[in-house]
């Protein structure tokens, strides 16, 4: 899938802004992921509209698939699953599984360090930094920066 360079410029900015609501208020605002979506979706209806189908596609699955494990599993927050869900609308299923492993490994490593060093991490981080770096690393891997 190509990245044109205003998607990418706009997805990072997205991606700093919703990571810092996410480690200030532990919340994604509804208003970022709209405003994030709706930019995607004019952009792709501008330079990649025979494939809107397709990231639609893959969005809505991610979001199934991470509802679930919101609901069943705990863990996620909703905001996350709503995230990745755009995500996964940005970059494909392939890529937003990729980001999502990324940002769990980063993660896991983030609490065990923390864990080592203070003794005892605490049990709720917010998720959105490990899915946007993980979004990052998962974008660069597929040659989109």
Do not use: W
Request: hydrophobic share 60%; charged share 10%.
């Amino acid at each position: 899938m190509f990245y044109s360079e205003t998607k990418v410029i706009f997805l990072f900015l997205f991606l700093m802004l919703i990571s810092v609501a996410d480690i200030r208020f532990y919340k994604i605002p509804d208003s970022l992921l709209l405003s994030l979506f709706v930019l995607l979706f004019s952009l792709d209806v501008k330079t990649d509209f025979n494939n809107i189908l397709i990231h639609i596609v893959s969005a809505i699955l991610m979001f199934l698939i991470f509802f679930l494990i919101y609901e069943y599993a705990g863990g996620l927050g909703f905001g996350d699953v709503k995230f990745i869900s755009v995500l996964s609308y940005s970059m494909g299923f392939r890529t937003s599984v990729c980001a999502f492993l990324t940002a769990s490994l980063i993660a896991l490593l983030f609490l065990g360090s923390k864990t080592i060093i203070f003794g005892k991490a605490k049990a709720r981080i917010p998720f959105a930094p490990f899915l946007s770096l993980g979004s990052l690393v998962a974008i660069s891997m597929r040659g989109g920066l």
